[in-house]
């Protein structure tokens, strides 16, 4: 078991909660859990009243079971209940999404970046007890980081990242568990035409800046100087390639994607990555460069494209706008496939005007090649379709895989 110590009192229920689990492995059978991630919560949401009232309304609930809530540091809530099934709870789970139904947290169902998670302990018992193991020791280095932390500026107020931010943010990404920032998000095809039904093609592994920042230096804007923020993003692929080599990662596809600077292509680490993961991986291993690097690195592309072809890599050029179409040419860049991001925008009467233009460019690079990212509505999808886009990605994806998996795991539950 693992021994308590002096922490404050929000960190303390991390360790009554990692103690409760510890001593629940026995008699772990019949038990469920979930967890709400209040913590993804816009800023504005998370005030402390915003909380209290989220807490007492699922306690209020969660009585009627025999279980264990807790609040955790971080303003995560995270229930233990036996006997009853999933089904039973998420009605409350559904009175705290309304309470936030001004939040796009509420509506996301994803698994990897969505409200809640749910566990069933008879089979995900280990999952869980290293997830309450991560938690316990997250507090306890955010209650030692609080109490050596000075006085910092409002939020509102981002002052610009400089050398000295950059060595700091340099030695926390080393030192850090940064799994917590580490976000998976599938890219999918329609099964059919007209179907709702979504194939995931390969999942992208992904820092998330955001994340990070709010995490270790909420008061610095890390893209206000575009040198400095890809150096930080060249130490972020190595830690997230150190990442993908030490853990078991799961993905719902047979491929995955992650984003790195060109300049990493040359490191040791990604050396060791092609040995330890990619050689041994069944399916593809695509690489996503964004266009600013690459263009500004087009000599290295040109080098070592072939290469990492004929090595069994894919390539996938990130980060396009719909003008930037323009000028990138998939085919005589090699590259197996292009990322364009949606704007709500794109429906208005301008881009409406280059709507036959953009058709044309879409059929130029292989209308099965490109994928329309960022969508977070069905607008997004029904554009994308128009243009005769089949691969797309974005929140609202996320959202229709969740409901699917969810009904085939109801439909499952429901057999004899």
């Known amino acids: 078991m693992i021994e308590p110590q002096q922490f404050g009192q929000?960190?303390?229920?991390e360790y009554l909660m990692l103690d409760y689990v510890q001593r629940l492995e026995p008699r772990k059978f019949g038990?469920?859990?979930?967890?709400?991630?209040?913590?993804?919560?816009?800023?504005?949401?998370r005030k402390d009243y915003h909380i209290r009232v989220?807490?007492?309304?699922?306690?209020?609930?969660?009585?009627?079971?025999?279980g264990r809530i807790f609040v955790l540091s971080n303003d995560d809530l995270l229930f233990i209940w036996k006997d009853k099934s999933i089904a039973d709870v998420e009605p409350g789970v559904d009175t705290l999404r309304y309470l936030f139904r001004d939040d796009p947290l509420s509506q996301d169902e994803s698994e990897e970046t969505g409200f809640c998670t749910w566990y069933n302990l008879?089979?995900?018992?280990?999952?869980?007890?290293?997830l309450c193991q991560h938690l316990d020791v997250r507090a306890k280095k955010l209650q030692q980081a609080r109490n050596m932390r000075p006085t910092q500026k409002p939020e509102s107020v981002l002052s610009p990242i400089n050398a000295e931010n950059l060595a700091q943010l340099e030695e926390t990404i080393h030192s850090a568990d940064l799994s917590e920032h580490i976000r998976q998000q599938p890219v999918c095809v329609f099964a059919r035409a007209g179907s709702k039904e979504l194939h995931p093609v390969f999942d992208e592994f992904f820092v998330s800046i955001t994340d990070l920042r709010n995490a270790v230096m909420p008061n610095i804007d890390l893209a206000s100087n575009r040198w400095l923020f890809q150096h930080m993003t060249e130490v972020l692929d190595k830690r997230m390639l150190n990442y993908l080599c030490k853990r078991t990662f799961k993905t719902h596809a047979s491929s995955f994607s992650i984003n790195l600077n060109l300049e990493t292509l040359n490191s040791r680490d990604f050396e060791r990555f092609?040995?330890?993961?990619?050689?041994?991986?069944?399916?593809?291993?695509?690489?996503?460069?964004?266009?600013?690097?690459?263009?500004?690195?087009?000599?290295?592309?040109?080098?070592?494209?072939?290469e990492f072809h004929q090595r069994g890599y894919r390539v996938l050029i990130d980060n396009l706008s719909v003008e930037a179409l323009s000028f990138v040419d998939r085919k005589s860049l090699k590259a197996d496939f292009i990322k364009v991001a949606w704007r709500e925008e794109m429906t208005d009467n301008v881009i409406r005007k280059k709507y036959s233009e953009m058709d044309n460019l879409v059929k130029e690079s292989g209308r099965e090649r490109v994928i329309l990212c960022r969508c977070d509505s069905p607008t997004a999808i029904k554009f994308g379709q128009s243009l005769g886009i089949t691969l797309f990605q974005g929140r609202y994806i996320d959202n229709m895989?969740?409901?699917?998996?969810?009904?085939?795991r109801a439909a499952a539950a429901k057999k004899p």
Do not use: C, M
């Not at 991630?37 to 816009?42: A, P, V």
């Not at 989220?54 to 025999?66: G, M, P, R």
């Not at 008879?122 to 290293?130: G, S, W």
């Not at 895989?401 to 085939?408: C, F, G, S």
């Open 31 to 45: 038990h469920r859990a979930v967890h709400i991630h209040l913590s993804r919560l816009k800023p504005f949401h």
């Open 10 to 13: 929000q960190a303390l229920q």
């Open 122 to 130: 008879n089979t995900e018992f280990q999952e869980f007890l290293l």
């Open 401 to 408: 895989i969740a409901r699917q998996r969810r009904a085939k």
């Open 274 to 306: 092609d040995e330890v993961v990619r050689k041994k991986w069944p399916g593809n291993v695509i690489i996503e460069l964004n266009q600013v690097d690459l263009f500004s690195n087009l000599e290295t592309y040109l080098r070592v494209r072939d």
């Open 54 to 66: 989220a807490t007492n309304t699922f306690e209020s609930y969660v009585k009627l079971y025999v």
